[in-house]
Structures are given as structure tokens and as C-alpha cells.
């Protein structure tokens, strides 16, 4: 550890409200007895008020007024730190290990009291999400730091297509994490245009000596967002869809990715988006499929017609399976 870190490390030691002698600060810390004297003047040096009480039961202390201080946390913002790096960590966040350390000095210099709260705190929520390969997670670490640092990246990319892997030259300007998925967006030099990339489809990823000025005032959340929801570039005219259904099943669709940035108005037993064409052609029916009866379009008649024909490709999916199927044959 650096002397910076040593000096962190007393102040939270003497933050907990114990007073420890310099011994006991040399054995917590695995230093040297003639360190820890330096230490401490150098913090009493740079303005703070740590007191020497002599006596059998004495030793260094920080007077009140200081465990107050901007740079300390209280114990809400300790359970809401312990909880961040719960989140944090089931997303795939690439600096597992740094946060690990981060929340690990964060419950060492702390009283009993307050890690065993920080414990109980972690113990009370749980995320699930999709497991990250740890591959992925390298994968991040070199995109933000590129993204942080302006540096351009070579990477080899499947865009899922069943095509020939691309090597793309890449200005990343951040990552986003979106349903599970994380996504590099930034300016791909192949297809002289922004674009965003899933990072679980780059199989390698090699920085470059180029260095690149990412656009102020650029939001990769605000780019992904635009380029997820049908219609939101404004490049064609919406339709109107209104939909009528049981409040609990309309609930659950308006809470729905794509219907939750479409919605328009929403009133008893009714809802009403704003769609593009392409998109009820393509995807919505799909997405609206498993409501089955809970739910009833009642305009446009286009989006009725268009689940008619989705309803029956897939039975008629269902029932080609069972025309093939071969009788079970024994002997």
C-alpha cells in the first residue's frame, strides 16, 4: 500500500470511535511503530484533529466533529454503497475486483456495529441476471479505458448475421449495459457512422496509437436508446395504436421495454402508443402475442391482421413438427 493509503487507513480506523495506540494501528496496518508516528503527524500537519489521550486506557482518537466530514459516509450511504456494488456486480461491471477491495476497506474501517448493519444490508437484496463470460468482462475494461482515455480499437466483430467475422476500427465513445447486455457505442471507421456494437460478439480487441475526440455533449445511452425504439429518429410518420385489456395485463405491457417509450396515454382499461409501421410489421406482434385474450387491439386494423398471419405461421410450425415426427420403433 501507498503512504496515501496508510494515512486513509488510519483516519477510518480512528473514524470507528475507538482509541488505538500506535502499536495497535502498526499491527492493523503491518507497519513499521516509527511509521506510524510519521503518519500521524503528517495528518496532524495537513489539519486533522486527531488527539493523544495518555493513560491505561489511551491513545489516538479524532475529535467529533472531523467523523462528520464530507469524505466520510454515513450508515445510509454505506447501505447504499454495499447495495451499488451488489447491482454492480450481477451486470458484469469489469472493475469487480477494485469495487471488491472498495467495499472490503469500506466494512474494515468501520465499528462492529455498523459492519454488522452493512452485512445484514448485503444479505437483503439479490439481483438476478444473465451470467458474463470473464473474457467480456476484459472486453470492458479495455472499451472504457479506451473510451475514458480517447483511444481507438481494433476489434474483430459477429454481427449475428451468419456472416464473415469483420476487423473494425473503432473510436469508442462509452459502454452501456441494456437488458442484460453490454454494448460499445462509438464511430466505426468501417461504416463511417456511429454505431453500437454488443461486446459479447467481439472476439478480440487490440488498442491502437490513433486517438480520437469524442463529440461533446454525446450520450452513447441517449444514441442506443434512439436507434432501439422504432420510429424515434422521427425518419417516418407513427400510427396510433390503442389497445384495451385487463389493467393487470396492460400494467405489465406498458412496462414493457418498447411500449413503455411509446405510451401516449394511459387510462382505465385502455392504453395508447405511438408506433412506427415498420415496426408493427416486424417485431410488436410478437411482443404482443403472449398476452393472448387479455388484451384486444382495437386499432389499427393493419396490426389485427398482421397477428392473424403471425398466429398462423406459428401453428403452422407447430403442426409441421408433429407431421414429421417419426413413430417410436421398438425391436
Not at 475486483?97 to 437484496?125: F, P, S, V
Request: glycine fraction near 6%.
Amino acid at each position: 500500500m501507498s503512504k496515501a493509503d496508510h494515512m486513509l487507513s488510519i483516519l477510518w480506523l480512528l473514524r470507528s470511535g475507538r482509541r488505538m495506540t500506535a502499536k495497535q494501528l502498526a499491527n492493523e496496518l503491518e507497519i513499521h511503530l516509527r511509521t506510524v508516528y510519521r503518519y500521524i503527524d503528517s495528518l496532524c500537519a495537513s489539519g486533522v484533529p486527531i488527539i493523544a489521550d495518555s493513560g491505561p486506557n489511551g491513545g489516538y482518537r479524532i475529535l467529533n466533529r472531523f467523523t462528520e466530514s464530507p469524505l466520510m459516509f454515513d450508515m445510509e450511504e454505506q447501505k447504499a454503497l454495499a447495495h451499488a456494488s451488489t447491482f454492480a456486480h450481477e451486470t458484469g461491471y469489469p472493475f469487480k475486483d477494485e469495487l471488491n477491495r472498495a467495499i472490503n476497506k469500506l466494512k474494515r474501517y468501520t465499528n462492529e456495529e455498523q459492519l454488522d448493519q452493512i452485512e445484514r444490508h448485503m444479505e437483503g437484496i439479490t439481483i438476478i441476471n444473465p451470467p458474463i463470460e470473464e473474457m467480456q468482462r476484459n472486453w470492458l475494461r479495455i472499451l472504457e479505458d479506451a473510451a475514458a482515455g480517447g483511444r481507438s480499437v481494433e476489434i474483430v466483430y459477429d454481427n449475428g448475421k451468419r456472416e464473415t467475422p469483420s476487423i473494425r476500427e473503432i473510436d469508442p465513445y462509452g459502454i452501456v449495459h441494456w437488458k442484460g447486455s453490454w454494448y460499445a457505442v462509438g464511430y466505426c471507421n468501417l461504416r463511417k457512422a456511429i454505431r453500437s456494437l454488443r461486446v459479447d460478439r467481439i472476439s478480440r480487441i487490440t488498442l491502437r496509437d490513433r486517438y480520437f475526440e469524442r463529440p461533446s455533449e454525446f450520450s452513447a445511452k441517449d444514441f442506443l436508446l434512439l436507434n432501439l425504439l422504432p420510429g424515434a429518429s422521427d425518419s417516418e410518420s407513427l400510427l396510433t395504436v390503442k389497445i384495451r385489456g385487463y389493467e393487470q395485463a396492460l400494467d405489465l405491457l406498458c412496462q414493457h421495454w418498447l411500449f413503455s417509450h411509446t405510451l401516449v396515454e394511459r387510462k382505465e382499461g385502455q392504453a395508447l402508443f405511438k408506433l412506427s409501421l415498420s415496426s408493427l410489421e416486424s417485431y410488436v406482434p410478437y411482443f404482443l402475442l403472449p398476452y393472448g385474450k387479455s388484451l384486444v387491439i382495437l386499432e389499427p386494423d393493419m396490426l389485427i391482421e398482421r397477428l392473424v398471419e403471425v398466429s398462423r405461421d406459428i401453428a403452422a410450425h407447430y403442426e409441421s413438427m408433429l407431421s414429421v415426427r417419426i413413430p417410436d420403433s421398438k425391436g
